[in-house]
């Protein structure tokens, strides 16, 4: 990489439009790669799922904050029950 330094996206909140464009973006870059349009949309989902199969594991794997309160505490678990 060059000299110039991206600032780092949040590991959880990724607004909607930015993560529009960056689908878009890396669509574009697969299918100028030779990938087809429908490999693309397979490839991107999959990413995404595993984004949130990650973030899943890490709310499963770990307590509620110190701080929370008794209903955050309830419902830290509860999100990623099947």
């Known amino acids: 990489m060059g000299g110039t ?20 973006r890396v669509a574009a870059l697969l299918e100028a790669a030779g990938a087809r349009s429908d490999e693309v949309g397979y490839l991107i989902a999959a990413i995404e799922a595993g984004g949130v199969e990650g973030a899943s594991e890490e709310v499963a794997a770990n307590p509620a904050p110190a701080d929370a309160g008794a209903e955050f505490e309830k419902g830290w678990h509860a999100c990623v029950r099947p």
């Open 5 to 24: 330094q991206q600032a780092a996206l949040p590991l959880v909140i990724v607004h909607g439009a930015e993560a529009a464009n960056a689908r878009r």
